[in-house]
């Protein structure tokens, strides 16, 4: 009975600052690693940032370096995505996912076992 649920999203201007929250619920959050994936309109899904169990180690995909931070609060079983200097090709579908160990998990979507629902990020003026 996992569950993920990702909130925050919405629509910011470029250049902007959003943060988005994913709340889970059904296992012990702080045993796993997580990630966070978006999926643009025609586009297939892609990583975008990865995080080990405690906080301590972060991945992130080229395109999101630098202006993306993932971060976890284990107190309160959520993972978060800060996101600064947003441009229109950050516009996706945002979805966060809890990995089957608690190492930092790769880019691959096989290594997670349990997604959230997404929540639409546009990047617009």
């Known amino acids: 009975q996992v569950q993920l649920v990702e909130s925050g999203g919405g629509l910011v201007q470029p250049g902007g600052l959003l943060r988005l929250s994913c709340a889970t619920s059904?296992?012990?959050?702080?045993?796993?690693?997580m990630g966070w994936f978006r999926q643009a309109p025609g586009k297939k899904r892609e990583f975008v940032a990865s995080i080990n169990w405690s906080g301590s180690s972060t991945g992130y995909a080229d395109s999101v370096k630098g202006r993306f931070t993932i971060s976890r609060d284990n107190g309160k079983n959520t993972l978060y995505l800060q996101m600064s200097d947003l441009r229109p090709e950050d516009t996706a579908i945002y979805y966060c996912a809890m990995a089957r160990y608690g190492g930092r998990p790769n880019g691959a979507e096989g290594t997670y076992g349990y997604w959230g629902q997404g929540t639409q990020v546009t990047v617009s003026s």
């Open positions: 059904g296992r012990t959050f702080s045993s796993y690693g």
